[in-house]
Structures are given as C-alpha cells and as structure tokens.
C-alpha cells in the first residue's frame, strides 16, 4: 500500500490512490502554501526587534523561524495573520497590518 | 473442547473480547450496552487482559479515541447502543473512510423519540450508509461467534473497513441461555495477532491518516470504499466457513430455515427470527409451507443471493424493526424489494414494521402474517404493502 506521494496527482485513477487516501511521507504540511488564508499581516521591524524570542514560540504554525538564536524572517508561505505574535512582543517590533501584504514587504523590512 | 456456560448476551460478548485480548477499548456507558465495558474494565482489573481502557466524556469522543488508537496501530473496539451510536455519527463515516478495521459491539435499543431504551433497530439501521460492515444476531450464541469472526473480517487487507456486531437490547443482551465457548487458544488462533500494514507509531516510515481531500480525490476515495464493501462479502463468507469448521456453528450471508420448499417465507434479522421460526415449525405440522430467512450481513447487502433464495416462493413478509417514516416501508422492505426487482423475482412482496421500542412480538402475530401472505396468493386478497403489525387500533 505504501505509495511514493509524488506518483499521486489530482489525475489518478481510483485504483492508482492510497487507501482512505492516506499518505505516506512526512513534513507534506510544508508543500501546502495555507498562507494564502491570511487576511491580516505580520509586518517585522528589526530595528525595532530585541531578540527576545518571545515571539517564536507563541506562532501556532511555526512561522517565526529561528536561526542561530535569532529569530529570521517571517514565513509568510504559511502564516495565517492571526497576530498572536504581534500581541507578545514588549517592543512594538511587529506591527499587523490589513490585507494580504505581498512578499517583497518582508524582504525590504526583515 | 468446548465449555458450555450460562451468559446474557453480553455477558457471552465480553468473554469474547476476554478471549481475543484487544490493545485498546475507549467507551462511554449507555443502556443496555453498558456491561461490555463494565466486565471487560473488571477483566483489566483482575490482570486477566491488558487492554488499555480509556473512559472517555462521550461516544463522539470513544469513536475519535478508536479511530486515533487503530490508526496509530493497535487492535481497537468500543461498545455503544442508540443515542451513543447517533452521538458517535460523524465519527463513524471518518472510521470507514480512514479504513480502520475498528469493531464496534452494538446492542441494539431504539432512538429517542419518544424516548425509550428498549428494542428496535433504528440505531444501527440509521448507521447503514456509514460504510460499516453490520452484522446481526439472533441469539446471544451468534453474539459471541460474530465477534470472535469480527477481526479476521475486517482487518483482511481485501477489506479494511470497520465492523458493526449487533445484537438484540435486552432480548439477547440480558437475557440468559446455554452457550458454547470455544477455549481460549482456539480464539487466540482464530483471530490471530494484529500486524497493521501501515500505522502511525511506525518508527522511520512516516504518514498521515485522514488528510483533507480536494474534490479531485474524493469521489475516487468513495468508490474504493465501496468496492472494499462489496469484497467484504467474499471475506465474511470464507471466514464463517473457517468459523464453522471450528466451532460446527454459524451462517454465512443469512440463514434458510424450511425454506427449500416454501411457499410462504418471512425475511427478518435478529432475535425475532426465533419467535418466526417456531410459528414456522407449527405452521408446518398444518402443512403450511412456510419458512424463514433469518438475515445475518446487511452491509454489504446480499440482494442478489436473497433474491434467488426467494426466488422460488410465491410471498414474502419483509420484517423492519424500525421505521423510516417514507411512506413505503422500512431499509429492509426497500433494499430487498429492489434486489428481487432487479433478478425479475416478481413475487408478492408485503412489508411489515414491527417490535417497535420494545413491543413484543409474538407467535400469534407471525401467524397472522402468513395467514395474509396466504391470502394473497390463494384468493388475490390485497393489502396495503407497508404497514404495522402488533398496532393497537380501532
């Protein structure tokens, strides 16, 4: 039963398809881009940031990655807005702003 | 060798858990089902199994723990009765369509309302398009042997589906008669020991159990369940010959009783095939020809092989402990109607709804019903197609 995940696309036969479609391979969740969801915005100001990594562990989707005990910039492939990080931080360093912002803002600003 | 002993209905299914020794059993207590879980907590109790019992606050959380449990890779049940299995509802259609080959002991009782904890069918019969194999008991001996055969059915890798083993509330849950046991070693061979294929405590082989599905997938995920449904009958009939072979007991798709010459058969499940079937043996002494096809599977739905089994009488009665509130009869008068349809068996069909909440049924009633069945097909009598016997009116 067990089927390399990339063998199954949206146009497999039914005899082609896991079992109760289940799949067989891990991390998957990262291949799906749900920050497409976002309605509000995370917006980082480094300038602003102590690395106090309040914030990281407070992200219920792992979207504040932490690099060499920093935390690096957003993850915005999956962040879903819900701003929980901007309320943690003691230092005004994220700021949530409506909408989908594109990318790039976060490029220029983390 | 087989030990003879005296047990309720449910006290014969408990044993049988004893005996197949189960990793896992979450369940929430609800009449009359509720000694399942009390005997085998007692069993756990006094180290005679190790099956890890998990009190839950609910029957949508005892089937959410089931299905968590087999997809993790344990050997799962859990026992319930009317408003449990309507609270468990949603729950039941992911276990089928995770494929989990959970064994559920259900002790038949009505759904509320008005409410009542006696007898019908209307819980599992509700539960019918749920994807769950269902197999019915006639008395607390077949309760005991359709659970030992409940693992090697659905856990074959042809099926893979989860399984349903109903029995009578307090008619056969409570009541006590003689039974046979099989000895424990018999049991344990039978059933054998659960290798999942596939699970989530799987060290280095990752996966993931119930992913949403766009649209592109699921109607193919339905149909693959839905031929694994229709395998299950090749399956459920090659183990209860293996069963009988071991034990000499037990039915495959259903039971013929005095029908190969019948003119006159009555199609019912559960307890009340026995009252049918004594109606049958004094009608016989008459020279009535009647019969009894007593149904043991409805999912998968036998249509085809009950339509040749009927396929030579002149009427059939068409016996729903439950009532579907259509207008037309009950799941059984549909199911079967349109399987004798489709063969062209164009016999008198009459459906009856019956032993509503409780209401006892009775010899006297069966005869009643041949006596029309014999009404119809001697004089051209006709009646109306749908409707109740047992019916106080004016």
Known sequence: MRTDVNKINEQSTHDELTEGLMIFAGATSKDFKTGEWRTNTPIFYPEKCKQCLLCAPVCPDSCIPVVNSKRDRFDYFHCKGCGICAVNCPFGAIEMVEGQVPMKKEVTNG | ?394
């Not at chain 2, 197999?135 to 693992?151: H, T």
């Not at chain 2, 009252?275 to 020809?289: H, S």
């Not at chain 2, 059939?316 to 008068?333: F, K, Q």
């Not at chain 2, 006297?364 to 009646?383: C, M, P, R, S």
């Open chain 2, 1 to 394: 060798m087989a030990k003879r002993d005296r047990m309720s209905g449910n006290e014969a299914v408990a044993y049988a858990i004893k005996q197949i020794n189960p990793d896992v059993m979450p369940a929430f207590p609800i009449t009359p089902s509720t000694e399942i879980p009390q005997m085998v907590s007692t069993f756990i109790a006094n180290g005679e199994i190790d099956t890890e019992f998990i009190p839950v606050e609910s029957e949508h959380s005892s089937m959410s723990a089931a299905i968590g449990s087999e997809a993790a890779g344990a050997r799962t049940l859990t026992a319930t009765s009317s408003c449990g299995l309507a609270f468990m509802w949603e729950e039941l259609l992911v276990a089928a369509s995770n494929r989990m080959p959970i064994a559920l002991a259900l002790v038949n009782r009505t759904l509320s309302g008005p409410i009542n904890i006696n007898c019908d069918h209307s819980d599992s019969m509700g539960a019918r398009d749920t994807g769950w194999i269902q197999i019915y008991a006639e008395s607390n001996q077949e309760a005991y042997d359709n659970f030992i055969q409940a693992y090697p059915i659905a856990e074959d890798p042809r099926v893979h589906l989860p399984i349903m083993i109903c029995q009578d509330g307090f008619i056969t849950s409570h009541a006590v008669m003689n039974i046979e046991l099989l000895e424990d070693k018999e049991v344990k061979d039978f059933v054998g020991t659960y290798q999942p294929e596939e699970f989530l405590l799987n060290p280095g082989k990752p996966m993931a159990v119930g992913p949403y599905s766009v649209s592109n997938y699921a109607m193919e995920a339905r149909y693959n369940q839905e031929a694994a449904m229709e395998a299950s009958k090749d399956v459920i009939i090659e183990v209860a010959k293996k069963y009988k072979e071991l034990s000499g007991r037990g039915f495959e798709l259903f039971e013929e009783y005095r029908t190969e010459d019948a003119d006159y058969i009555m199609l019912i499940i559960g307890s009340a095939a026995g009252t049918a079937k004594q109606a049958v043996d004094d009608l016989r002494d008459k020279g009535i020809k009647a019969g009894v096809l007593k149904l043991r599977v409805f999912r998968p739905f036998p249509a085809d092989e009950i339509a040749a089994a009927l396929s030579n009488c002149k009427a059939v009665a068409i016996m729903d402990r439950t009532e579907s509130y259509n207008g037309h009869g009950g799941p059984l008068a549909s199911e079967v109607t349109a399987g004798l349809y489709r063969n062209k068996v164009m016999i008198d069909t009459m459906c009856y709804t019956y032993g509503l909440a409780g209401r006892d049924f009775t010899v006297d009633t069966v005869y009643g019903i041949f006596d029309e069945l014999k009404d119809i097909v001697e004089n051209g009598a006709e009646y109306k197609q749908h409707r109740y016997v047992g019916l106080r009116s004016k």
